[in-house]
């Protein structure tokens, strides 16, 4: 469990049984404590390898140590996956609609097979049996969701139009959304798809519309203009204590990788997380009311970062990331 969830319960949850882990930190202690769990202890480990919320209701991608890891530990591989909690309560609004869910588990590589595979292999089964799209569960299931403000806070993770290009325009409230710039509009339905309310329907399929970003992104990313630099406000979290506000830094996102720079009670603080470094980034929409957030992790500490002008850009960073982590990673297997 990500050290954000011990506040105030550390007590209790570490005697039930949580490891607590810094997000997207290389940790050599959690692996010791998984390897306790399952060889000492001889107890089921229950691991969340996504390590964030679903943006938009599709499968995130996996990190490439999961193979190894499971090949490790020489143990069944069991998966749970659930259906209907984030068409319930999704990130963007946290409001519960009271729809239904279910739930399937299976076993999805026995024992016997982790010695004839490799770890590539294991992370080809572990992808496959990963991949999930709420909006068409939805859809396929007939589960309508007559919820009034059902696309409230849809343009945090639909940020960029797709009639204009303008990003950072769109808003919503209610069944709509809307883009700022250039005035075209969406419906949301009861079965989760948008509908223009004039002309073209670039993308009925919100998690299409979501993969359009993506896409943008990449090329931004291939032809080295993208960059996001802004002055954050920086809340510091060494311990399950709470959060200690430190100030405002400056933080800059490009072909570099994260920069956190500035002084903190007069000394100089700085932080580089690379691009390798970091498969994706865990966000946050309007966190316990002080904004959208980012959060990078030492292996000592979790810096919550709020910037400080930019509206709902925490989205395009987090998918920058992912982008920028995969071509640096492929230069490198190429190379």
């Not at 993770?157 to 969406?186: N, T, V």
């Amino acid at each position: 469990m990500a050290i954000d969830g011990f506040i105030g319960r550390e007590w209790l949850l570490r005697n039930v049984g949580c490891i607590c882990k810094r997000k997207f930190t290389s940790d050599i202690l959690l692996v010791k404590h998984i390897r306790t769990v399952l060889k000492e202890n001889k107890d089921i480990l229950v691991l969340y390898p996504e390590a964030r919320y679903t943006l938009a209701g599709t499968n995130a991608s996996l990190p490439n140590s999961l193979g190894k890891l499971v090949k490790m530990m020489n143990v069944p591989v069991v998966m749970l996956k659930m259906h209907g909690h984030y068409l319930n309560s999704p990130c963007w609004n946290l409001t519960e609609r009271g729809n239904r869910i279910s739930a399937e588990y299976r076993q999805i590589i026995p024992k016997e097979r982790l010695s004839e595979m490799t770890s590539e292999e294991i992370n080809t089964v572990l992808a496959d049996s990963f991949r999930y799209d709420e909006y068409a569960w939805q859809k396929k299931n007939g589960i309508r969701i007559a919820f009034p403000d059902r696309a409230k806070g849809l343009h945090h993770i639909l940020y960029q139009c797709p009639h204009c290009l303008e990003e950072f325009k769109m808003d919503s409230a209610g069944s709509r959304i809307w883009c700022d710039a250039c005035g075209k509009a969406w419906t949301m339905s009861d079965l989760g798809e948008l509908q223009a309310e004039s002309g073209e329907t670039e993308f009925p399929h919100i998690p299409d519309w979501f993969e359009f970003e993506r896409r943008f992104i990449r090329t931004q990313v291939e032809s080295g203009t993208y960059r996001f630099s802004d002055d954050v406000t920086v809340d510091s979290l060494p311990n399950a204590k709470g959060y200690i506000r430190l100030g405002t830094a400056h933080l800059t996102h490009d072909a570099n990788g994260f920069r956190l720079e500035g002084s903190f009670e007069g000394k100089p603080f700085l932080l580089v997380k690379e691009p390798k470094t970091m498969y994706a980034c865990h966000i946050e929409y309007d966190y316990f009311g002080k904004g959208d957030c980012i959060d990078l992790s030492t292996l000592e500490d979790t810096y919550y970062l709020y910037p400080r002008t930019q509206r709902t850009v925490v989205t395009k960073i987090s998918l920058a990331t992912e982008e920028l982590y995969r071509i640096k990673k492929g230069s490198e297997q190429i190379g």
